[in-house]
């Protein structure tokens, strides 16, 4: 079955841009989560979806947003850009009961 | 608050040698335990993951963890390393079910693994 799929893979933004990254979870999966990695501060969770809702947030300014749409697929929205918010971001997807994680193979965001 | 220490950023070994990364939690309650690999620029990829019973877990490749209460660890082991095997581990740790952080992983640092021919 296809994995998760995340578009695009390579991303160069200018500083204070806005930039939406987008996951495709695997069939049947209903939770996606989302985590920045970056060489300093390594792999941080942003957010989680469940069924369209919110779950759980991690620490990061509003700034970073995310959605998920009836059909599971989810975006991630970053706004007004720093040259901090340059990373891989990974997009994450399970069945939701306890099932493991699979993971996308991520976007590197670059910001300029 | 979970948290996961992976004591050694970077570990080489020779090609054939066996292999231990080390992995320490802090959780509440019974965590979920997973172990990953990353090669560069590439995603993550599920070696292996703990929820409940048998404390020793297969997982792909060949790697293998166990699952320490009294200790809060969760190390990964393989027998014999092939050069292929050379990439970034991570352990992580999630809620179970019910949990508050529920949904959410904690990752350690990463250990880089170089194997020498």
């Known amino acids: 079955k296809a994995g998760v799929t995340q578009t695009p893979r390579y991303l160069i933004k200018t500083r204070g841009q806005q930039v939406t990254l987008s996951c495709s979870p695997i069939?049947?999966?209903?939770?996606v989560s989302w985590y920045q990695q970056t060489p300093g501060q390594g792999l941080q969770f942003l957010f989680e979806?469940?069924?369209?809702?919110?779950?759980n947030k991690g620490n990061f300014p509003g700034r970073f947003s995310g959605r998920q749409f009836s059909n599971s697929r989810s975006e991630m929205n970053v706004s007004t850009l720093e040259l901090g918010d340059s990373a891989l971001y990974l997009c994450?997807?399970?069945?939701?009961?306890?099932?493991?994680?699979?993971f996308g193979s991520g976007t590197r965001l670059t910001v300029v | 608050a979970q948290s996961v220490t992976q004591p050694d950023i970077h570990i080489t070994v020779s090609e054939g040698a066996s292999l231990e990364l080390r992995c320490n939690y802090s959780?509440?309650?019974?965590?979920?335990l997973f172990w990953y690999v990353q090669s560069p620029g590439q995603g993550l990829q599920l070696l292996l993951k703990?929820?409940?019973?048998?404390?020793l877990v297969q997982g792909i490749k060949g790697f293998e963890a166990e699952f320490k209460r009294s200790q809060s660890s969760f190390n990964l082991r393989k027998p014999s390393v092939h050069w292929s095997d050379a990439a970034e581990y991570f352990c992580?740790?999630?809620?179970?079910?019910?949990?508050?952080?529920?949904?959410?992983?904690?990752f350690g640092q990463g250990t880089i693994l170089t194997v020498h021919p």
């Open positions: 994450a997807s399970s069945l939701g009961a306890g099932g493991g994680y699979t």
């Open positions: 069939s049947g999966h209903r939770s």
């Open positions: 979806y469940f069924s369209e809702t919110q779950r």
């Open positions: 959780y509440g309650a019974t965590p979920y």
């Open positions: 703990y929820f409940s019973g048998d404390t």
């Open positions: 992580a740790v999630g809620a179970n079910a019910g949990g508050t952080s529920y949904g959410k992983l904690t």
